[in-house]
Every structure is written in C-alpha cells, then in structure tokens.
C-alpha cells in the first residue's frame, strides 16, 4: 500500500529552528515534494528531492534518506509568517506525474 | 501573469443538484489535475489529464466527471451521486505528464452542500 507519516501539529517559537518529519511506504519512488500551504489557500512548492542528502534554500532544508524512506523539513529563524501546513508528497514512479500525499503537519509559531 | 485560476471561490448547492467548478491555465501546462482535501486528510486526487481530449480517473473518482476539451481547462462536475461533496477542491497543473515535476495549484474552490 501507498502509506505517508507526518506529525498532526507542532508548535515552535519566532526565531527558533523546527524539523518536520515525513516517512514514507510507496510501491514506487520518483522524488520527494515539500509544499506550504496556509490556511483556504493553495499549497505552494518549497522543495524538491530525488538524490539522497540535503538541499538547501534560504532559511529552509529539506532532507532525503531513500533508504530509510525518510525525509524531514527544516526551517530556521521561524517567523509568524511560517504558521502553515507543510505537506509531505512522493512521486508515485509511474510513467504519470501522480503525487500521493501526506497529511500534513500544521505549524504554529508563537511569539 | 502565468497561473492557474479557479472559481468559484465559495460555491453552495443543494443536494441532488450537480454543479462545475473552473480550473483554467495559462501556463501552457500539459498536465492538470483535481483533488479534494478534506480536514485531517492529505490531498486525494480525484481525476486527471496527460493531454488534451484524455483524462483518467485517481483514487476517489466517484461522483465526478471531468472534460479536456482545451489545453487551458479542466472542468470538474460535481454530480449528485457524490455522497458527501462538502470540501475544498485543488485544481493543479504541471509542465510534463510524465516523470516527476513540480504541481502548480489554484487557490481553491470552497464547496459546502446544504
């Protein structure tokens, strides 16, 4: 079965670091998405992995082990603005651009 | 300015009445997709397209029905045999259909049944 992990809900303080978790159970692996989304909004690209190892941009990383299965999200210097829903999505490796989703995690960033 | 837009924002309708909601794309796109999310759940698609006049069904494809008759649009009919309509729909494209690439989304279409 296809299967994503992500924790329901986290919370961290303006200025701190955070990591959100994402495991994975796919039939296929065709790379690894994270996107934001707040709250009634669309989901928007943060990053993308497909090779092993760490990629980074700005005060986010977002990390890939393939075979653990395992990615994570790391967002530095948190700010209010942060407060949103990451979703961790894998590429189902079909010959279609299919995306199984998890079902994210909803940060809340705190003063 | 390239992106995808959806509308209605807000849509209500009663039971037994079928409804359609806009996805339209000027990114020259091949690929669009449609996906419902509901609270607590991931995004679960529910029909998508490799090119025009072609479309396949995802993994909650009952109840709906979707057209392809241009590249730019994608249609999503709501029918009333969907037994609990009620959510928010993500309209999506992405350059390729095939292999793995980013999916750009609309802003959403808030669907209630009252």
């Known amino acids: 079965g296809q299967n994503i992990d992500q924790p329901t809900e986290m919370t961290a303080t303006e200025g701190a670091i955070v990591q959100i978790n994402c495991t994975y159970q796919t039939s296929g692996f065709n790379g690894l998405f994270w996107y934001q989304q707040h709250a009634g909004e669309a989901p928007t690209f943060l990053s993308y992995?497909?090779?092993?190892g760490l990629e980074e941009k700005g005060r986010f990383s977002s990390f890939l082990s393939r075979s653990k299965g395992y990615s994570y999200l790391l967002l530095k210097e948190l700010q209010m603005k942060d407060s949103a829903s990451y979703l961790c999505?894998?590429?189902?490796?079909?010959?279609?651009?299919?995306?199984?989703f998890g079902t994210g995690t909803l940060l809340a960033v705190q003063p | 300015d390239g992106g995808i837009t959806q509308s209605p924002k807000y849509l209500f309708r009663k039971e037994g009445q079928n409804v359609t909601l806009s996805c339209e794309q000027n990114l020259n796109h091949d690929a669009m997709y449609w996906y419902r999310q509901d609270p607590g759940q991931g995004l679960r698609l529910i029909y998508y397209?490799?090119?025009?006049?072609?479309?396949q069904k995802g993994d909650i494809a009952e109840g709906y029905s979707v057209s392809r008759e241009k590249k730019e649009s994608f249609p999503l009919t709501v029918t009333s045999a969907q037994k609990n309509p009620t959510a928010f729909y993500l309209c999506?494209?992405?350059?390729?259909?095939?292999?793995?690439?980013?999916?750009?989304f609309g802003p959403g279409t808030r669907l209630t049944v009252l």
């Open positions: 397209s490799q090119i025009v006049n072609d479309f």
């Open positions: 999505a894998v590429g189902d490796g079909g010959a279609t651009n299919k995306l199984i």
């Open positions: 992995n497909v090779l092993d």
């Open positions: 999506a494209s992405s350059i390729y259909a095939g292999g793995t690439n980013e999916q750009f």
